[in-house]
């Protein structure tokens, strides 16, 4: 694997984290890929999370902020600059009344969970998506028809000058699998307004979402989940695996990436249980081939949801 060599700023980064460098990433992913962090930074409290932002933007030193690595196919020539993964602290989760609090560091499950203890509705959907907050919040993750912001009633935020900040949701103008997060910011925590309901009730619709997503998900193999976005064809949105399947490209291989026989919406890395893992330059090359082909035969340009990080 290819190594950075030791950046002239190293040993410059600001005290209290401990950094590491390249460090290979492809285990902090849930798909397998990806090249080492030059500097990976482990961050145990946000007074040292604000000064590595803060720190980093001064710097022109890219911080890239990695939840549980669940929507990111890190390239095969790793991250330059300081990769920070929150999921190991700044996980803070608490309910109060009918409110939930949530940091970014938290895994969605825990949240889900915490909120269904407290007898509260309205988040289920997230205990089957597995990622953490911070990505979700990135990603306006979603699914069964919500989205993360739909109950969001307040958010927090590192600015560049790593100031916390409270942003009214609408600044981020959250969409379908996006937000407008600026240059250079980091989520911090949500706040959800849930409703009271039944705990049990709460619990057995999370037991069938999970079961539902045994039975349809490769989940057995190393993926990013959804790999493309849906698409809207004839002003009606389809399911973006539909679309691939149409296009007569589920099972597609290029050497350990393959579009699953299962799902044809995932792109599995299946050379990883045969012991010879897929690369990011695998994935890059099947998803080209993909899109080539679904604008070849459907004439549609289909959008990628994951997200490519890093350098070839
Ligand atoms: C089996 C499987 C099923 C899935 N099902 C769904 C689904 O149903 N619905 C859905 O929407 N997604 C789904 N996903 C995708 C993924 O789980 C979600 O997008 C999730 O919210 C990403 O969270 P994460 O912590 O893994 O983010 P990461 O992959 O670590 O990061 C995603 C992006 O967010 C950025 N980021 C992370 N933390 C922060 C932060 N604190 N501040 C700013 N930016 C940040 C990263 O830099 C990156 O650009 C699935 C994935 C898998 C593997």
Redesign the pocket.
Known sequence: MKEWPLPNWFEELPEGPVYTRNVPLADY???KVGGPAEAMAEVTDWAQMAALVKWCNAHAVAL?????????VIRDGGIAGVVVN??KGLDAVRVDGNVLYAE?GAA?GTAARAAREAGLEGIAFFG????????????????YGFE?FDRITRVWVLDADGEEREVAPEFLAPRY?GTA?PMG????AAEWQLQAGDKEEIRKQMQEINRA?STS?P?HMP????WFKNVVRDGERVNAWRIVDEAGCRGMRVGGAQVSEQHAN?FVNAGAKEGTPGTAADFEALSQMVEAQISEKLGIVIER?V?F?GVE
Request: hydrophobic share 40%.
């Open positions: 992913t849930t798909i890239t902020p990695m939840g549980k690595g669940s929507n990111m929150l999921a970014a969605n089957g998506i597995p990622g953490a907050i911070g990505g979700a919040l990135r990603m306006n993750a979603g699914a993360t699998r997060l910011w980091l989520y911090k997503r998900q989940l993926s990013s989940g959804s995932f949801e997200r990080t």
